[in-house]
C-alpha cells in the first residue's frame, strides 16, 4: 500500500511539473508576440509626410511679362530670403519676390541655398534651379536636402496648400543647427536628424522628391536650357 501512495505521490508531482513547464512556454510566446507587435509599431510610426496629391490649378502660373518670380518646391515657398543686387527680399504668402537681377541667391534663415543665375522663361524658381541641374533632376541630394527642409517646415504640415515657413520655425533652425552654413556641406543622411531637432514632423527624403516631382509634372514645367532668358546682370 505504501508503494502505491509513492507512486501515485510522485505521477501528481510529475503531471504539475510537465503543466508548469507548458504554462511558462505560452507566457514566453506571448510576451515575445507582444515584444514583436511594439517592435513593428514603433517602427511604422516614424515621423514622416507622405506624398500629398498636389494640383497645379490652385497655383497660377506667374506672368511671363512680369519680373515677379515665384519660389516653389512641391508647392509655393514664404519666407525664403532673396539676396538681389544690394538688397534682401522674403517670399510672400505666394512665394513671390520681384527681382531681375543676376545672380540672386537664396537662403533660409542663415542656411545657403543655392543661386540662380538666369531667369527661367516662365518665372518660377525651383530647388533645381538654383543648384544648377535640370528640372527632372529631383533626385539630386541638393534638390532633395532643400525639398525635406522646406516640406519638414511647412506650419500646417499640408504641402499641397502652400508651404509656409514660419519666423519662429526659421529662428529655430538657425538655433538648433548653427553648425551648417551651407545646404551643400550637410550630409544627406543627415537631414533628417538635424530637421529632428527643429519639428517633429520630418518629412523623408523619398515624400520629398515624390511631392517636387509631382508639382513638375504637374506644372508642365521642365523647361529645356535654350529658353532659359538671362536676367539683368550686374
Known amino acids: 500500500m505504501k508503494t502505491i501512495i509513492v507512486y501515485f505521490s510522485r505521477a501528481f508531482w510529475f503531471i504539475l511539473l510537465l503543466s508548469a513547464c507548458g504554462g511558462g512556454g505560452g ?33 497660377p ?11 516653389t518646391d512641391a508647392s ?10 544690394d538688397r534682401n527680399i522674403t517670399t510672400d504668402a505666394k512665394g513671390e519676390f520681384e527681382c531681375d537681377v543676376t545672380p ?18 516662365d518665372k518660377l524658381v525651383f530647388p533645381q534651379d538654383i543648384v544648377h541641374v535640370p528640372r527632372a533632376a529631383t533626385a539630386y541630394p541638393d534638390v ?12 500646417n504640415n499640408r504641402v499641397s ?3 509656409d515657413i514660419t519666423a519662429p520655425a526659421v529662428r529655430s533652425w538657425n538655433a538648433k543647427v548653427p553648425e551648417y552654413g551651407t545646404i551643400a556641406e550637410i550630409p544627406l543622411e543627415t537631414m533628417s536628424t538635424l530637421l529632428g531637432r ?5 518629412v523623408s527624403a523619398q515624400a520629398a522628391q515624390i511631392n517636387l516631382t509631382r508639382r513638375v509634372a504637374e506644372l508642365q514645367t521642365v523647361v529645356p536650357n535654350e529658353q532659359l532668358s538671362v536676367g539683368r546682370v550686374e
Do not use: H, W
Open 104 to 121: 540672386m541667391r537664396f537662403y533660409l534663415g542663415n542656411l545657403y541655398l543655392g543661386e540662380l543665375n538666369t531667369i527661367p522663361a
Open 27 to 59: 507566457d514566453s510566446s506571448a510576451t515575445a508576440a507582444t515584444t514583436t507587435t511594439q517592435q513593428s509599431t514603433t517602427e511604422s510610426s516614424s515621423v514622416v509626410v507622405p506624398a500629398s496629391t498636389l494640383s497645379a490649378a490652385a497655383t
Open 61 to 71: 502660373l506667374p506672368d511671363p511679362n512680369s519680373n515677379t518670380l515665384t519660389f
Open 76 to 85: 509655393f515657398v514664404s519666407s525664403v530670403t532673396v539676396s538681389c543686387d
Open 198 to 202: 527643429v519639428t517633429k514632423t520630418v
Open 161 to 163: 496648400d502652400g508651404i
Open 144 to 155: 532633395v536636402k532643400i525639398s525635406m527642409l522646406l516640406e519638414s517646415l511647412d506650419y
